[in-house]
């Protein structure tokens, strides 16, 4: 189903049409440059939030074309209304001129629309061919024919240049190589309208390149893809067309030759952002953690941490920066005790904490914003205080004298923390889960700080937040650091480690790759150390 | 995107629900639960609203039938805290029935040895090693889903029976009452016989003794740091774990003072009915407190309600059985219906939500 | 009812196949339902009620054949009713199951009191053993190629089982929508109705499963007459990694100790009996300790699947 359509011919239909188009006012006649697909006034709303208002999209034939706009901005939702995931309140369709409507994914991909999200829906138990025909019509429902389909997706692979093992099982494969699978799972069932949700979150600098040129060579033969992604100097570097959303509307389309970084910034924000901060000179204390060649293993028992010495001081902010997946996970929680080392020593403000209790990490002055606060962070079915009341319960304030625990003493912290840190919500004993992302994340801030912890890790703090919730924990980061406070932020985005951290150090595959500061370090440099090589010695730190 | 899952078991998840949809949901499940089985009496030629009329009747009809229900609701009571604990922790334990066993077991074995002053006191101590036997049975499983991540229902239902082996052994043989022809233990002493609470009938403290953990259990759950941090692992264990807490004694804590408490309804039963170790004693009652703990949401005043409505299930349905020849297994057949209903609130909710949705759009589009 | 062949080899293996055939049925039928991502927690109840209606069906038309129709509609029945709930009613899975359990073990006692409390019908039609000629000479272990039609069929279901679930289109889709039915939904896999079909099929396995021990045995139905065996098949599929091969081994060793403590029984040996009958029980639970380190099952089990819309 790719169109071959030569250039020749294009490019004398163009002309013939342009002329056309002079002569006659009537726009209606189907052509070839008329849009590939087109949403128009596409409508959706979520119980009381508007997610897309009345939101126009119209995407050409050939066409990389990103869709901009910070988390909640309502581009994945106008995405999964075109992949038929969603149903729009309002709004029409139109695929080559007709118009089309959708019940299911099943729908959207007979018509040539493939989508890939940002979790990928892949099946880890079973092979990469098993993954790519699963649930295809087959000719044969009595047999499994995988040799053949083998075959098939070996030739489309090489076309694309997407390597892959067939007979992998995709538990074993990389991130990037499981986005690869996707890919061309989408392309192995005639998908010629390519969506691709945040795609670069999960890849290292030279493996976005390696996406781009395939995504290029896709878009060659006529298809089109749409980029989904907040950062804007990928946006400008790999597509064509760009459009922005801003609080579920549509703010314009440009493209991407006539538009400057800090214009799109303004359009999807909506005001000037700077993201960069004050950070005041603080006088860098002694150490609250100490890790001499910690190794440990992770849950399938291979080695995730191998040989991890660093060290973090009162008053700075030690930001590790590396692609998800390469032991920031294990790194949190062997310091916290939620995880065994298999060598190694751990110190927490002076105290030997290597292989200690969760609770000992934490009453020897640790406090941990986990990543993932729906799952590590919260329990959503408590109420806001009950969360906050959640470590040291046995304690005061919450209980008195050891036995007698009073929800009333839990509902006036939360209620002061509440105040402090600005948590909306209609009173504190509504359960967590009504609340929002970015508020949600404050309970979780508000309980760890509340503690006045030495040592406080910040894993993923600002993901899935909007701009304002991200500024407002970053502002509270560097707050804490002026208060003597030793920080180890873990983040996948490489602009927050680089505004808020004192030193970034760069984790690959469980190492300490290197040292950078920020500003004498190129991103560059930091960036290839992201990816697992070595650069020169002067870049590399002792630790 | 985020898909959080935390708690597949949307037993505790009702614990923040409206009170008012709780009661609604279970009165509905009893609905539902009654009109099937009344079908199933039908069917078979019964009267099915004679029969209900008798089985209430049974039930309640007269003080002494009243005082028949109240005591068979003790047992029941007590056991049904002890899993409605095991639930708050997000623990589905089935072991009631053989905790049960083993605590009586142990009650009885400890009140024909010892030999006190007071019989107060006496009754305590025995009271307390049916806690304990019952508690060290439900260890067992709590240890093992603790370390070993092992099913805890398919470990609770082989202690069941491994349990109702061993009491036919013990009463065959090392317990038997000496030369007794039937498998039953010595008969124990009077006074450690719980007291009668009304002349003239059967109705003992045990009663009493149910009541009180039913309140203790409220602020076990709800007021002390122990019933908190077990609430927080049986919502979600990652963060509980995240925030200090020691997943693996809650989990082990929990599973002892449910096994503890089914031991105490054990030993009561023994020491305030039977008054002898015998076979069978239990009259499934462990099933009827996995029932009624759900029916009740795990709540207090819940829990005792249907405590009492269960108990009136099985006192009616012996009237029912003499008077109208339907067999007691139609409890059983109540109880499986009761639980497979009590959780269409979900579905309930949903197809209100539904309706609503669609009257709001037939009004806004047009 | 069964041959003495005293504490045997020969016997102990003749047992052991024997008293496995229920376990394998019910266990292959929860492994449907397992690998789409239901807790097979039902089969006790699955199996009470085949049993019965195999009974039931054998009693009122005469044909141990037509029972088996009886007792795979019965348990189609069952599982329909667990589909609706669970499935579409999205309740806790493993409740239901238990519930599902008591209902059933009401239902069959009380049918099976007001049906034939007063007079247990003789002669009721069953399935004999029928020797395969030439297999059953053989020494040692021709015992077990002399049994009932349940039995061959129970063994034969295995590569069956296996093929339908890792060679064909459909067994891969179960297998997807037991570790990620959203994935199966965006391909336009249809969640629901992969999952009603598997509970349909596990109603009918573990119906027969049942069936084998009234009418493939002794012809008559006792109350509670599975007596756990529901619960040792989901502790064999467990114990087997939610494999074919392994549930048939899982049902295997669990028959084995079954058939040893009732010839033990038999055979007559100090040891009082209800400490044997007790080894089936302590066996489970030492097999679930001992060899089940990782849960290997399919991701997406217990969790009950909402449609995005």
Known sequence: MFKAVGELNLRRFFIQRMIMGLLMENEETTSANQPLVEMRAITKTFQNVIANNCVDLSVNRGEIHALLGENGAGKSTLMNVLYGLYAPDSGEIYLNGEKIIMKSPADAIAKGIGMIHQEFMLIPTLSVIENIILCMKSDNALKLDLQKAAKRLVDLSSRFGLDIDPWAKVSQLSVGEQQRVEILKALYRGTNILIMDEPTAVLTPKEVDDLFNVLKEIVKEGNSVIFISHKLGEVLNISDRITVLRNGKKITTVSSKDVSREQLAKMMVGREVFLQYDRPAVSVGKPVLKMSDVCCNNDRGLVALSNISLEVREGEIVGIAGVDGNGQMELAEVIHGLRKVTSGRIEINSVDTTNCSSKFAIEVGLSHIPENRQIRGLVLDFSVAENIALINCEKPPFTKNGIYFDPQNAVRVAEKLKNQYEIKCSNVNSPVKQLSGGNQQKVVLAREIYRQPKLLIAAQPTRGLDIGATEYVQKLLIEKRSENMGILLISSDLDEILAISDRILVIYEGKIMGEAIPGKTSVVDIGLLMAGSKVSEESRGKE | MMKPVINKNNVTKHSHNKGRIQAISSFLAILMALLLSGLTISITGVNPFAAIRVLFSGAFGSSYAFSETLLRTTPILIASIGLAISFRCNLTSVGAEGQMIIGAIAATFTGLKISLASPVLEILVCIIAGFLGGALFGAIPGYLKAKLGTSEIIVTIMLNYIAIDLLSYLLDGPMREGGSFYPQSALLDQSVWLPKIIAGTRLHAGFIIAIVFDIIYFFLMFRTPLGFKIRAVGFNSKAAEYAGVNVGRSILTAMMLSGGLAGIAGAIEIFGVHHRLLNGFTAGVGFDALAVALLGKLNPVGVFLASLFFAALKVGSNTMQHVMQVPTSIVYVIQGLLILFVFTDTLIKDKLLYFEKRLKTKQSGE | ?309
């Open chain 3, 1 to 309: 009812m069964e041959s003495n062949y005293g504490i045997t080899v020969q016997g102990l293996l003749a047992a052991a196949v024997r008293m496995a055939t229920p376990l394998l049925l019910a266990g292959l039928g929860g492994l449907f339902s397992a690998k789409s991502g239901i807790v097979s927690m039902f089969l006790e109840g699955f199996m009470l009620v085949g049993a019965f209606m195999g009974f039931l069906g054998s009693v009122l038309t005469g044909s141990a054949y037509l029972g088996i129709l009886f007792a795979i509609a019965g348990g189609m029945l069952m599982g329909l009713i667990m589909a609706v709930l669970a499935v579409s009613g999205r309740a806790n899975q493993t409740i239901l199951g238990v519930g599902i359990n008591i209902f059933a073990l009401g239902i069959t006692s009380y049918f099976q009191s007001v049906l034939f409390g007063s007079k247990r019908p003789t002669n009721v039609s069953v399935f004999y053993d029928i020797p395969i000629p030439g297999l059953s000479k053989i020494p040692y272990i021709g015992a077990i190629f002399n049994n009932s039609l349940f039995v061959y069929a129970a063994f034969l279901l295995v590569p069956v089982v296996w093929y339908v679930l890792y060679r064909t289109p459909a067994g891969l889709a179960i297998r997807a929508v037991g570790e990620n039915p959203d994935s199966v939904a965006t391909l336009g896999g249809n969640v629901i109705k992969i999952r009603y079909c598997c509970l349909l099929i596990a109603g009918a396995l573990a119906g027969l499963g049942g069936a084998s021990l009234t009418i493939g045995q002794t012809g008559q139905f006792m109350e509670n007459i599975s007596s756990g065996r529901g619960y040792i098949a989901l502790a064999a599929m467990i114990f087997g990694r939610f494999s074919p091969i392994g549930v048939l081994i899982g049902s295997l060793l669990f028959g084995f100790a079954d058939g040893l403590q009732l010839r033990m029984q038999t055979a007559g040996t100090a040891i009082p009996y209800q400490l044997l009958s007790m080894m089936p029980y302590v066996v489970t639970i030492l097999a679930l300790v001992v060899f089940v380190k990782k849960s290997m099952a399919p991701a997406a089990m217990g969790r009950p699947y909402t449609k995005q819309k």
